[in-house]
């Protein structure tokens, strides 16, 4: 009896277990409160610079943390929550932010929301007529607050603070007593900086606005200070930015985002606005847009088959010459031939790159002094993707080697028996076994691998960047360019300043033809699995 009492005392009863849960529901709620609370002024801020882009992801990982932590159904797939932002942050946004910018005009000048235009555009201050320019020293005090002498064009003395602008003489109030060159040597409270710390405080002093209007000043440079005032104002009724040093009106453009005058000025910088399938019209429809465009799918195109195609042949060359057991040393020599497929693929498109260089390339240095003759690989456009495919030959050459070797240890030496004995030569029973049985192992990876070539962009960029140039492009393009780097120097290379809108409506049509290239892949794929399941 007495042991039952002390095991029931010691045992946990409904209330206690009841009093627990509530104490971590009351912790899981206070903690979503303080998460809420920041995520809501976040969006609030994000939200009134006009950046919903950007707020949106933050509000799907708000409402994710919130559902999973308060459902209690979902509560127990809580701990998702850190891979749920990760995949919302990095793979959505990235793919949505993509999409929605293919149909704006999200370029160099057009970055900004028109909130941040407008708040960009009423930073921008002047000097009005008939204002005064200051020489200055600046005094900081320890709690980090500045305080200004100035010194005017008729050698009037003045003490600048955040709050007052006194007419003061050296040795009065706060002020200490002159040096040799009649600037205070110190304030009371404060402490004077020397030329190299002004500069290391500069930052801090851009837009601090000391003594109160009419006299306050602005720090201008390094060496004058002005009573400044803003030039820019937003007039939310007319929608428009009045500037009051010249007294004019910018109304807002929603079709090209730039406030505009009446005499056609615009206001920079401009601001995004949805053009609709604008950037797809330039790619399709204009000629000068679509030459460069369709000659590089070409390219990308063939890059690709023939990257596939040569690699795959001198890999199984390489994998059928090494998979005889009478071959002495093979297992060294095809540890030896796999070092391509070990080194960094930048370092082995570096290496090649010196390699052709035609001055001081091994390549060429060597052809001219056998044959009077080098090709090159530098400026001929035909050259030049020549030197591509060598390149990408020998760094995809091991791999292939490495899936051939392991896909012909799978073909039974009964079938070659077979063949020999109905008088098939070795030409005969490659094409009409070897190749057939080993399409089967390989034939999906080769797919992959032109989808991989088709946007390999760590080849075609470190080589030449896409050079030589094509002439008569609007936009930045090369002979080598594939779709990928084509993309990329939109984005980033435009000599009229970077196009990431019209690169967006590009990376659309990749993504376009590499899922039509994956769903043939797919289809490849069941042929050579009946295949596979008949053999």
Do not use: C
């Amino acid at each position: 009896m007495t042991v039952d009492v002390q095991r029931h005392r010691g045992s946990k009863g409904p209330l206690d277990a009841l009093s627990n849960n509530l104490g971590r529901y009351v912790l899981v709620l206070l903690g979503l409160a303080v998460l809420d609370a920041l995520g809501i002024w976040l969006l609030y801020r994000l939200l009134r610079d006009g950046a919903w882009p950007v707020a949106l992801p933050i509000l799907a990982i708000l409402l994710l943390i919130n559902v999973l932590n308060l459902s209690p159904k979902l509560f127990p797939v809580r701990w998702h929550i850190p891979a749920g932002a990760i995949v919302i942050l990095i793979i959505i946004f990235p793919m949505v932010y993509t999409f929605y910018s293919a149909f704006t005009n999200y370029s160099d000048g057009h970055i900004l929301s028109k909130q941040q235009s407008i708040s960009r555009l009423e930073q921008d201050t002047y000097l009005p007529e008939g204002g005064t320019t200051y020489s200055w020293t600046a005094y900081r005090s320890p709690e980090g607050e500045f305080a200004l002498w100035l010194v005017g064009p008729e050698g009037e003395d003045y003490l600048a603070m955040r709050d007052s602008f006194e007419d003061v003489e050296p040795g009065e109030g706060i002020v200490g007593p002159a040096d040799e060159e009649g600037i205070p040597a110190e304030l009371e409270g404060y402490q004077r900086l020397s030329r190299v710390e002004v500069i290391k405080f500069l930052p801090d002093l851009d837009g601090v606005k000391f003594g109160q209007p009419p006299d306050q000043v602005q720090v201008v440079n390094l060496n004058s200070v002005a009573p400044l005032v803003q030039r820019y104002t937003y007039n939310e009724e007319r929608d428009a930015v009045i500037d009051q040093r010249e007294d004019v009106v910018y109304y807002a453009d929603e079709e090209v985002g730039f406030f505009i005058s009446e005499e056609g000025e615009q206001l920079q910088p401009g601001y995004m606005v949805w053009n609709g399938l604008y950037n797809f019209q330039r790619l399709f429809s204009s000629s000068a847009f679509r030459g460069p465009f369709l000659r590089i799918f070409a390219w990308t195109i063939t890059f690709a088959f023939l990257s596939v195609l040569t690699t795959f042949a001198l890999g199984l060359l390489v994998a059928i010459a090494f998979n005889d057991p009478l071959v002495p040393g093979r297992k060294i020599i095809r540890s030896l031939l796999l070092i391509p497929y070990t080194l960094p693929g930048i370092i082995g498109v570096l290496i090649w790159r010196g390699l052709l260089n035609p001055h001081l390339g091994v390549i060429p240095l060597t052809l001219e002094n056998w044959i009077g003759w080098a090709p090159p690989f530098y400026t001929h456009p035909m050259w030049a993707k020549v030197g591509i495919l060598i390149i990408n030959l020998w760094l995809g050459y091991p791999y292939m080697m490495l899936i051939s070797s392991g896909a012909l240890q799978a073909i039974p030496e009964d079938i070659y028996d077979a063949a020999a004995v109905d008088g098939a030569n070795s030409w005969q029973q490659f094409w009409n076994i070897t190749l057939p049985l080993l399409l089967v192992s390989v034939g999906p990876l080769l797919i992959a691998s032109f989808v991989f070539n088709f946007n390999n962009f760590a080849v075609i960029y470190p080589f030449l960047e896409g050079r030589p140039p094509m002439a008569g492009t609007p936009t930045p393009a090369g002979h080598t360019d594939i779709l990928i780097s084509y993309t990329y120097r939109i984005a980033f290379e435009g000599g009229r300043g970077s196009d990431y809108a019209y690169a967006a409506a590009i990376t659309i049509v990749i993504f376009v033809i590499v899922a039509v290239l994956t769903l043939i892949q797919y289809q490849f794929t069941r042929r050579w699995e009946e295949v596979s399941e008949s053999v």
